[in-house]
């Protein structure tokens, strides 16, 4: 099959923020949307996916022990299917006062050396930033502030960005943002912090097959977008499953 979007590599063999995870005794379109998202990366030349269900007070039961039995579930499934991508669990953690005890009791899961994916409040910037970004890097977790460009207090504090890279925090774009799902002001806010180089990971943050096609039809195919992207320097690779033998392509 021709690959109409082979113009547009990226240079990215892993997604590292997405919503598949289906939950055990799902709807089976659930299951069935979920393992259509994987053959499109495969599709596309990803090699490793990361499913990154939200932890938060408000979801309980999105517990470390469920989301690890889901995982072991869902590559069953995947590999039923025949799909070759290499299904990976992480967890998105929102910053919440649930997260305090999570770091203490060292309950979180994890990407690769100890990578941990956050995200802040939307609006507030909270009291206590500072202090739990401290905490997770004396436990030595890697914090991954997710998609910035949604978060007003900080998409354009330069300051308060540099000093959360100072303490070691990576930064991570979402392409479902960048696509416009929710709204211009998001768009620009993710293009000027391509600009400024602020990220080091790139996901989709994407739920659904629909949330690819808009990041297809609004992302792939603008040359202005591809290009900004590619002049970013993104680590992902070193969350692959498969470095030995991939030197292949996101989207
Ligand atoms: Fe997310």
Not at 46 to 54: C, F, K, L, R
Not at 194 to 218: C, P, W
Not at 239 to 248: G, I, L, P, Q, V
């Amino acid at each position: 099959m021709t690959n109409p979007f082979s113009r547009n590599k990226i240079n990215i063999d892993t997604e590292m923020h997405c919503h598949i995870l289906p939950t055990v005794g799902c709807d089976p379109e659930f299951t069935n949307q979920a393992l259509d998202v994987l053959r499109i990366f495969q599709y596309y030349g990803v090699n490793t996916v990361y499913a990154t269900p939200h932890v938060r007070l408000t979801r309980p039961s999105n517990t470390y022990e469920s989301i690890l039995e889901r995982a072991e579930v869902f590559k069953k499934q995947v590999a039923e299917n025949k799909i070759k991508v290499k299904i990976e669990v992480a967890a998105e953690y929102y910053f919440d006062e649930g997260l305090s005890d999570l770091i203490d009791n060292e309950n979180l899961i994890t990407y690769p050396e100890s990578h941990v994916l956050i995200e802040l409040p939307l609006r507030i910037k909270p009291d206590n930033l500072d202090e739990i970004i401290k905490k997770l890097c004396t436990k030595g977790y890697k914090p991954i502030i997710a998609h910035p460009e949604l978060h007003h207090y900080l998409r354009y504090d330069w300051k308060m960005i540099a000093d959360l890279k100072g303490q070691g925090c990576l930064f991570q774009i979402n392409l479902i943002n960048m696509a416009g799902y929710f709204g211009d002001d998001v768009v620009v806010a993710a293009e000027n912090l391509l600009r400024a180089k602020t990220y080091d990971l790139v996901g989709t943050g994407a739920h659904s097959r629909e949330q690819l096609r808009l990041i297809n039809e609004q992302i792939l195919q603008n040359r202005d977008y591809i290009a900004l992207l590619r002049n970013t320097k993104f680590k992902n690779k070193m969350f692959s499953k498969e470095k030995a033998t991939f030197s292949s392509i996101f989207f």
